[in-house]
């Protein structure tokens, strides 16, 4: 089923919420018509419509953000640039997005990066456990290499991506029928989990894994496949995880994964030249705030209905974190450094340590991570 846009109350709610974040951080950029030299936006001009393959479901952090990326894109194009979106996927499912984008099925599509590390090694670092607490430093971080490392942009470009942006999914909760209160909890179990790294985080504290995807989660649990899952708080609503595991706990992991927004190159390269401004200045913007404010917007919205289902979020102590965090060593890194090469990032060490500096070093203001604050809400 393909749907074009969700209700417009809801999207402009969200659309203007995301707007009034980015004036008052001063990114938001005044709106072309037309480009210095290129054909204009005025009324006459060429129109394109880009077909838009998301995994997103309703309600959910990566619809708001898939929301406000195309409309500020529509808006400031006069609607010569709009798109045809395919949600839930429709269009291609969430684990084959990746290729329908690089195929031409799609222009443009959306989905969790660790559905296709072979890809994306250059976004995959976010993966290793205990690395990013910040979900803003991230954004930036990814989108800020994707052409300053020279490894990283010629892989994005060989790969056949305009990168848009990668936003955070949230910090990881493990999601169970009993509660899961330190590092000894995780052992004995089947665990779903997003990407290789958090899966050797598990397999280090004696769980086992299962494959499957998000969308494929629920059903999972319920035949008994998995015992338990690691999600973000945004699982537990689009994916209706709260209503089949009634304990979550945030075991300080931090962000795991990430969620991209990418173009098909050559569709982008044959935009108009005005058409192309347009996208870049979104994707400026998006990067450096406008999707870290749909983030947490939408984020705490879907804190009510969570604490409503399942009563509370637990943390652990800061010394579980830890014993899981010496436990694992330097392992994760290792292996991410050998998966990029492989995956073909010239120089992943340097990748690594460019983007643990930038995450060092960033200086933005970044509110609480909105999922503990809902946890401070319990």
Known sequence: ????????????????????????????????????????????????????????????????????????????????????????????????IPECVRDGRADVGQTIAD???????????????????????????????????????????????????H???????????????????????????????????IEAAGGSNVALTAP??????????????????????????KDILPNWTDPGLGQYTSTGLWMNLDTYESLPDDLKQIVDEVNTE?????VATVFEEITLEQCDPVLETIGQIEEWDEAESERWEEALGTQPEEKWISDAEDAGLEDPEGYLEAYKEKMASFEGETPKDPSLVCSDRS
């Open 216 to 241: 494929e989660t629920y059903e999972g649990v319920e035949r008994g496949v998995a015992d338990a899952a690691g999600f973000p708080m945004d699982g537990l609503v689009s994916f209706q995880l």
């Open 1 to 96: 089923m393909q749907t074009h846009r969700t209700q417009s109350t809801t999207r402009n709610r969200r659309l203007l919420a995301s707007l009034a974040g980015l004036a008052s951080t001063g990114l938001l950029l005044t709106a072309c018509a037309g480009g210095d030299g290129g054909s204009g936006g005025g009324e006459g001009e060429e129109s394109v419509t880009l077909t838009v393959a998301s995994w997103a479901n309703p309600d959910s952090v990566d619809e708001a953000v898939m929301e406000y990326w195309t409309q500020e894109i529509e808006d400031r194009s006069e609607g010569r640039l709009s798109f045809d979106i395919s949600y839930a996927g429709s269009l291609c499912s969430a684990d084959e």
């Open 167 to 201: 936003n955070p999914a949230g910090r990881l909760l493990l999601g169970s029928k009993e509660p899961i209160e330190s590092v000894d909890g995780i052992a004995g179990k089947r665990w779903r989990m997003a990407g290789p790294y958090t899966q050797m985080a």
């Open 115 to 165: 559905y296709a590390p072979q890809l994306f090694p250059q976004t995959t670092v976010v993966s290793i456990p205990f690395l990013t607490q910040n979900n803003q430093a991230m954004t930036q971080a990814v989108w800020e290499l994707s052409t300053e490392h020279e490894g990283a942009a010629s892989l994005w470009e060989s790969n056949g991506f305009k990168l848009v942006g």
């Open 286 to 290: 998006y990067n450096e705030g406008g």
